[in-house]
């Protein structure tokens, strides 16, 4: 499965020695782009580009954040490039609990609960959530309260066989949708802690048994979207998903996070949303 390619991209990552020369190479080379390909783009000549990946020339802070843009490289990263080429780092990693962070979080809750009566979250780099409406914390009641604590992942509470893949009808397809947007965040940000959740998750039996079923259905028209179907007490629910992230962010935590909405993809599902004012 793809997956498995990108926890080897992500342990080949966490493998060089260090110096911001390797760190560069490796990002280059996960992004397939040659020297001379990504010495245009960010208008230096190749040979300098050869001298700072092979630590013959320091890299300025220009060029430095120059390739970071160009390779698309996570704030996170850049900060740790920084620091491996002697420089400070130069973005905040503020705490969304924190007093700069007070009119982002407020104005991320009037979004989610005007979302209400229907499930919103805000998740960080790793899909924890962080914050959510009345609807999404009702949801998350369904699930043990060894899967809710000390923090709510995603990925874990929807593919665990035990957590909402136990009310999932379509598992196949949402499981296979999740475990797409867990790969894409691990070549994206290429860290330890993503790669450790991706070896957790994938070692969970159903999550195991989609390759069979992957392979099964390869073949199959893809639908529109995939929706997530639920069943809830004897009700079944269909619905799908929107992910918003921040314009230009400037800070860790803003960078890394998205806010997911759900919506009823049939009245059935809206009919009960609105009704559920307790728990499901």
Same mark, same amino acid.
């Given at each position: 499965?793809?997956?498995?390619?990108?926890?080897?991209?992500?342990?080949?990552?966490?493998?060089?020695?260090?110096?911001?020369? +390797?760190?560069?190479? /490796?990002?280059?080379?996960?992004?397939?782009?040659? /020297?001379?390909?990504?010495?245009?783009?960010?208008?230096?000549?190749?040979?300098?580009?050869?001298?700072?990946?092979?630590?013959?020339?320091?890299? +300025?802070?220009?060029?430095?954040?120059?390739?970071?843009?160009?390779?698309?490289?996570?704030?996170?990263?850049?900060?740790?490039?920084?620091?491996?080429?002697?420089?400070?780092?130069?973005?905040?990693?503020?705490?969304?609990?924190?007093?700069?962070?007070?009119?982002?979080? &407020?104005?991320?809750?009037?979004?989610?609960?005007?979302?209400?009566?229907?499930?919103?979250?805000?998740?960080?780099? /790793?899909?924890?959530?962080?914050?959510?409406?009345?609807?999404?914390?009702?949801?998350?009641?369904?699930?043990?309260?060894?899967?809710?604590?000390?923090?709510?992942?995603?990925?874990?509470?929807?593919?665990?066989?035990?957590?909402?893949? &136990?009310?999932?009808?379509?598992?196949?397809?949402?499981?296979?949708?999740?475990?797409?947007?867990?790969?894409?965040?691990?070549?994206?940000?290429?860290?330890?802690?993503?790669?450790?959740?991706?070896?957790?998750?994938? +070692?969970?039996?159903?999550?195991?048994?989609?390759?069979?079923?992957?392979?099964?259905?390869?073949?199959?028209?893809?639908?529109?979207?995939?929706?997530?179907?639920?069943?809830?007490?004897?009700?079944?629910?269909?619905?799908?998903?929107?992910?918003?992230?921040?314009?230009?962010?400037?800070?860790?935590?803003?960078?890394?996070?998205?806010?997911?909405?759900?919506?009823?993809?049939?009245?059935?599902?809206?009919?009960?949303?609105?009704?559920?004012?307790?728990?499901?």
């Amino acid at each position: 499965m793809e997956i498995a390619q990108g926890l080897a991209g992500a342990t080949a990552m966490a493998t060089d020695d260090g110096s911001v020369g +390797s760190l560069i190479r /490796q990002w280059r080379t996960a992004r397939k782009l040659s /020297q001379m390909d990504l010495a245009l783009e960010i208008d230096i000549s190749p040979r300098h580009l050869s001298f700072v990946e092979t630590g013959r020339s320091k890299p +300025s802070v220009q060029v430095l954040m120059a390739i970071a843009q160009q390779l698309d490289v996570p704030l996170r990263t850049r900060n740790a490039w920084l620091l491996a080429a002697g420089y400070a780092p130069r973005y905040s990693n503020q705490g969304l609990d924190s007093a700069r962070m007070s009119h982002v979080r &407020a104005a991320i809750q009037r979004l989610l609960d005007g979302h209400d009566p229907y499930p919103g979250i805000a998740l960080d780099g /790793q899909w924890n959530v962080v914050l959510t409406n009345a609807a999404g914390q009702r949801m998350t009641q369904l699930l043990p309260d060894w899967l809710r604590s000390p923090t709510l992942n995603i990925f874990k509470a929807s593919l665990h066989p035990d957590g909402f893949a &136990a009310h999932t009808r379509n598992f196949a397809e949402w499981g296979s949708y999740l475990l797409a947007v867990l790969q894409r965040l691990l070549l994206q940000a290429r860290n330890e802690q993503l790669m450790a959740l991706a070896q957790e998750v994938y +070692s969970y039996p159903n999550v195991q048994a989609l390759k069979a079923t992957l392979a099964n259905t390869a073949h199959t028209e893809p639908p529109l979207l995939v929706p997530c179907k639920l069943t809830l007490h004897g009700h079944e629910l269909s619905l799908f998903t929107t992910l918003t992230t921040f314009g230009s962010p400037q800070d860790i935590t803003l960078h890394e996070m998205c806010i997911e909405l759900f919506y009823p993809a049939d009245d059935q599902t809206a009919a009960f949303l609105r009704a559920s004012l307790g728990d499901y």
